[in-house]
């Protein structure tokens, strides 16, 4: 494998040992949060060129814009203690609307005694029409990230910003909940300058990466042109 140095924008061999699952030298890419790990620690499945977005083969967990955001965009990331809550049956159950007709969005806070714990958002507002459903709120001070539910099975967002508003604007991750057995669990993301979704829980299908791809790039493009 070869990793390219972003700074220099030289390309730099790095040794990985199989049995380990990891590099012997760290990824030049601080956002990591495992500098030595590659591709989740599993390259025959997975696969993480520049160390950002670990995408995966015909799994689909990882999605990256094409667009880059203007004025380098300051990175957006889950922490990971925001990605465990995500994941958990409470940080689920607090937003999945699959049985309601509207989407319900929550903001994940920390109590001040170090836990996170799901909070409403001021002023909601909710609402349908022919390019799906949408919520809205003011976010609470000290607001870690927002989590809502997608009224139907999929995780694809409506066109133009969607979900990817509320790390654009709002400079916090976007939790997307679908699905009513076993719901999967999505996050938008920024980094690198570019939006990203990555799936805490499930896969994206083929369709739904399509889609999301052009609706990233359709939201990255409406803020350049608005800054």
Excluded at 26 to 47: E, H, I, S
Excluded at 53 to 77: F, M, P, Y
Excluded at 135 to 157: C, L, R, Y
Aim: with cysteine.
């Amino acid at each position: 494998h070869r990793a390219r140095n972003l700074a220099s924008g030289q390309s730099e061999a790095r040794f990985y040992d199989p049995i380990a699952g990891r590099f012997l030298s760290t990824d030049p890419v601080t956002a990591n949060f495992n500098r030595y790990a590659y591709a989740l620690g599993n390259p025959y499945r997975y696969f993480d060129p520049d160390g950002r977005c670990e995408a995966a083969t015909g799994t689909h967990i990882c999605l990256e814009s094409t667009v880059q955001l203007k004025d380098n965009h300051a990175d957006v990331k889950l922490s990971a203690q925001g990605e465990k809550y995500a994941k958990s049956n409470a940080g689920v159950s607090s937003v999945n609307s699959m049985k309601q007709s509207e989407e319900k969005v929550k903001a994940v806070v920390d109590d001040g005694k170090g836990n996170l714990v799901s909070r409403n958002l001021g002023n909601t507002t909710t609402k349908e029409s022919d390019a799906g459903h949408s919520a809205t709120g003011e976010a609470p001070e000290g607001t870690q990230f927002i989590e809502h539910g997608h009224v139907n099975s999929s995780m694809v967002d409506q066109p133009g910003k969607g979900d990817s508003q509320v790390p654009l604007e709002a400079n916090v991750p976007n939790v997307i909940v679908s699905g009513e057995n076993n719901p999967r669990v999505g996050v938008r993301e920024i980094e690198g300058g570019k939006l990203q979704t990555r799936m805490l829980r499930g896969d994206m299908t083929t369709k739904e990466q399509k889609l999301l791809l052009e609706h990233m790039n359709q939201a990255a493009e409406i803020y350049n042109n608005g800054h």
